[in-house]
């Protein structure tokens, strides 16, 4: 977090700093239910446990994309 808060503009990091806090509560809340849901699709035991793996890595992969693509399309920061 101190370092995208380091490369925000210093009048954004009231707001830099609400999305990140956004974005951790948001896995901390989403993570485990999703992980129980793939568990329970997968019918419990191994198959859940790698149900549910599955479905983290690729959420976490979509976040990623989704992170370089915003950061490919917007503008490079002035340092004033």
Request: no cysteine; aromatic share 2%.
């Amino acid at each position: 977090m101190t370092a995208i808060l380091q490369a925000a503009p210093q009048d954004h990091t009231g707001t830099v700093g609400g999305v990140t806090d956004l974005a951790r509560t948001l896995g901390t809340t989403l993570g485990p239910a999703v992980a129980a849901l793939g568990w329970a699709l997968g019918s419990g035991g191994t198959n859940g446990l790698r149900t549910g793996v599955a479905a983290l890595t690729a959420l976490t992969l979509a976040a990623f994309t989704a992170l370089l693509t915003a950061a490919r399309a917007s503008p490079p920061a002035s340092t004033s």
